[in-house]
Antibody
Framework: QLHLQESGPGLVKPSETLSLSCTVS??????????WAWIRQPPGEGLEWIGT???????YYSPSLTRPVMISADTSKNQFSLKLSSLTAADTAIYYC?????????????WGQGTQVTVSS | DVVMTQSPLSLPVTLGQPASISCRSS???????????FNWFHQRPGQAPRRLIY???NRDSGVPDRFSGSGSGTDFTLKISRVEAEDVGVYYC?????????FGQGTKVEI
């Protein structure tokens, strides 16, 4: 059973860069056919897919995101990360790291508990 | 992006009675491999979503058989045969056929 845990700042200033990490335990992020992603949920709203990184390091970003975004994976730490730049209040949300097989086409099997990020001066 | 439209957005239910949620996609969700990557999730307040149904009609392990999914192409339905108190929360449909994967707006189910 995989366990995912997000870490990062809860409060970020407008125009700054958000950096979040997700530590995976109970399995390797390099496990064949496993994919890892970031999803966010603004307060009282629905779920938005930000991007996905594969077990082999291929990265896919949602073209709908209007901010500069970077997702990376560190196999030595069994972590994957999110950097989101030029933040505005609209980026205030709960950020979830998720994982699962088959390109996550079935949706995530595993979810972190989520981390609240507030963008405010 | 493929737009997923759920209805209704709010669903008052009665314990022991059936309930149904619809989801319509703006494009066919049949992938080139012939499979339809359409899924349902349930989110309780303060918790991360949890998948109930994958590939239209397959229940996840531990999901009660009162939940069932059906549909094809662009029109899909989640049915609860007899609502129980633990079923309250928000239900989301999600497509994994097209990139980016997208969710519906959510349907809030309350007793």
């Amino acid at each position: 059973q995989l366990h995912l845990q997000e870490s990062g700042p809860g409060l970020v200033k407008p125009s700054e860069t958000l950096s979040l990490s997700c530590t995976v335990s109970g399995g390797s992020i390099s496990s064949p056919n496993y994919f890892w992603a970031w999803i966010r949920q603004p307060p009282g709203e629905g779920l938005e897919w930000i991007g996905t990184v594969s077990y082999s390091g291929d990265i896919y970003y949602s073209p709908s995101l209007t901010r500069p975004v970077m997702i990376s994976a560190d196999t030595s730490k069994n972590q994957f990360s999110l950097k989101l730049s030029s933040l505005t209040a609209a980026d205030t949300a709960i950020y979830y790291c998720v994982g699962g097989p088959w390109g996550l086409r079935f949706g995530p099997d595993y979810w972190g508990q989520g981390t609240q990020v507030t963008v405010s001066s | 992006d493929v737009v997923m439209t759920q209805s209704p957005l709010s669903l008052p239910v009665t314990l022991g009675q059936p309930a149904s949620i619809s989801c319509r996609s703006s494009q066919s969700l049949v992938y080139s491999d012939g499979h339809t990557y359409f899924n349902w999730f349930h989110q309780r307040p303060g918790q991360a979503p949890r998948r109930l149904i994958y590939k239209v009609s397959n229940r996840d392990s531990g999901v009660p058989d009162r939940f069932s999914g059906s549909g094809s192409g662009t029109d899909f339905t989640l049915k609860i045969s007899r609502v129980e108190a633990e079923d309250v929360g928000v239900y989301y449909c999600m497509q994994g056929t097209h990139w980016p994967h997208t969710f519906g707006q959510g349907t809030k189910v309350e007793i």
